[in-house]
């Protein structure tokens, strides 16, 4: 087993903050136990949700940890804080963090792969601003083929996708989103169509996009994918099927000039590869489909967050 030099340098791990403080706790304890389980002592910083800073219970600030820790793990899912803006002026980048200036919602994604070229499924937008009339549903019901997908354009928002069957179902929850003021996109469902997802991580094992395995997803009943749904690894694919999702994911990649971990979903059908999800911003739980896929490499997020530090060094 990997055991690192104590001469390397310092990690704080930041958990808590003002979104999801109960999740963010037990994805930064694993974080912080997959390290320590290497050799590294990293620091746990616990972020309240009124701001203040604490590491064994001490108070602290973010100049002090940013000062003290070569490498900052943010597993918080705040952005525009005022630490991240430190960091900036530090010149220190904080891993996994959602400091990154950028923000593409669903339908951006969707627009940026068709210009490429990249398949995805056909969509319709609702926007909560615009008016809703009989129309709009018509349209959507007579342009998709059912089952349909009713889901938040913004994937971050505290909103469920919608799986809907029926006419009334698609008026009734189309009408919820909009007086919430939530944006959707409708899309059909290909239930008869397994969904997977893959790691894609920049600059690992010398490889520019190295891509593991990817783990199909299995769910039950007239509910999509979730976190309760069973992640299992794609261990027999042919290698044909590897390279072109290889390739695919080398391409997503750079069309969004993204250096840092994504997870991608994608599904096959009429044997070509559709892109469904982009998450620029995935989930460290040892549970979720981003650690699943990281697994087949034979690695936790403890050696991934090492390999960060190795080459931080180098």
Request: proline residues 5%; positive net charge; aromatic residues 10%.
């Amino acid at each position: 087993m990997l055991k690192v030099s104590s001469s390397l340098p310092d990690i704080a791990v930041l958990r808590g903050g003002d979104k999801d403080f109960k999740k963010s706790l037990q994805t930064g304890g694993e974080v912080l136990a997959s390290l320590k389980k290497i050799g590294y002592q990293p620091v746990d910083v616990l972020i309240q949700k009124d701001g203040t800073w604490t590491t064994l219970g001490s108070p602290t600030d973010p100049h002090t940890i940013f000062t003290r820790s070569h490498n900052v793990i943010d597993t918080t899912e705040m952005s525009d804080k005022p630490y991240h803006a430190l960091a900036d002026k530090l010149g220190l980048t904080i891993h996994f963090s959602r400091q990154e200036k950028r923000y593409l919602d669903r339908e951006d994604i969707y627009r940026v792969l068709r210009q490429n070229n990249i398949k995805v499924p056909k969509t319709i937008m609702i926007r909560s601003r615009e008016a809703l009339n009989a129309s709009v549903f018509r349209n959507i019901w007579t342009t998709l083929h059912t089952p349909l997908l009713i889901r938040p354009v913004s994937p971050y928002k505290n909103f469920e996708s919608k799986l809907v069957r029926s006419f009334h179902e698609l008026e009734f929850f189309i009408k919820d989103y909009h007086q919430k003021g939530v944006d959707v996109h409708v899309l059909t469902y290909r239930d008869n169509v397994q969904l997977s997802s893959i790691a894609v991580l920049p600059s690992f094992r010398d490889q520019e996009v190295y891509t593991p395995l990817w783990v199909d997803v299995f769910h039950e009943g007239d509910t999509p994918p979730n976190k309760e749904s069973t992640f299992l690894p794609h261990t027999h694919a042919p290698l044909l099927k590897k390279e072109k999702v290889s390739a695919l994911m080398q391409k997503i990649s750079n069309v969004f000039h993204f250096k840092k971990p994504m997870l991608v979903d994608f599904i096959t059908h009429n044997n070509e590869l559709h892109v469904v999800t982009v998450d620029f911003y995935p989930s460290l739980k040892n549970d979720g489909r981003f650690m699943k896929s990281l697994a087949t490499t034979g690695v936790d997020i403890g050696h991934y967050i090492h390999n960060i530090v190795i080459k931080d060094v180098q």
